[in-house]
């Protein structure tokens, strides 16, 4: 019926063996991670709540057949898919925002200032230049946006290690950084 399917496993490594025979397959198959409970705001790594909040996004946009998961996995809380769709930032070169309200959105969005952006979840704003790391079907992307006043002037990828434009591009579309 064009909806995907959810295959639930008994455990992670499971899970993962059985993405990895879909795709052979030629579907579009991602793994859930278990969510990492932190019952304190630190500064830890993100990477499971990223890759969860990667493939939520991806299943919006209908680009998975298949999703492989464990039941703990399946049964924890996420963000619900309203307040997922309300903290989409889509940026396009023909569109207009400020970077004052970007900036905004990003910290709306659990994204946190910082003054070199170098890993998923961070950004930073030098004038007219916004940085921003995030991961996007399960790949970890960095994008430059320069502004002339509110006006977006140029977008690309770049390379967090020498900082430099490696591919310039139309739009993007930044999922949540956290999911509560």
């Known amino acids: ?31 859930y991670p278990n969510r990492d409970l932190n019952m304190y705001n630190i500064s830890a790594s993100r990477e499971f709540e990223q890759a969860r909040l990667s493939l939520l996004v991806a299943l919006r946009r209908g680009e998975l057949d298949v999703v492989t998961t464990t039941p703990e ?26 970077p004052a309200e970007l900036v905004n959105r990003l910290c709306t969005a659990g994204y946190v200032r910082s003054s070199l952006a170098e890993g998923a979840g961070q950004f930073a704003q030098r004038g007219g230049i916004v940085d921003i790391c995030y991961t996007s079907a399960g790949v970890d992307r960095a994008v430059r946006i320069e502004f002339f006043g509110d006006e977006i002037d140029r977008m690309g990828f770049f390379d967090v290690a020498t900082q ?6 139309q739009s993007v579309l930044i999922p949540p950084a956290r999911e509560i």
């Open 164 to 169: 430099r434009v490696s591919e310039n591009v």
């Open 1 to 31: 019926g064009g909806r995907p399917v959810l295959i639930l496993c008994p455990d992670e490594k499971t899970a993962r063996r059985m993405r990895e025979t879909v795709n052979a397959f030629g579907l579009r198959c991602a793994y």
């Open 73 to 98: 996995a399946a049964l924890s809380y996420t963000v619900p898919q309203g307040v997922l769709a309300e903290n989409l930032i889509n940026i396009s070169l023909d569109g207009e925002i400020s």
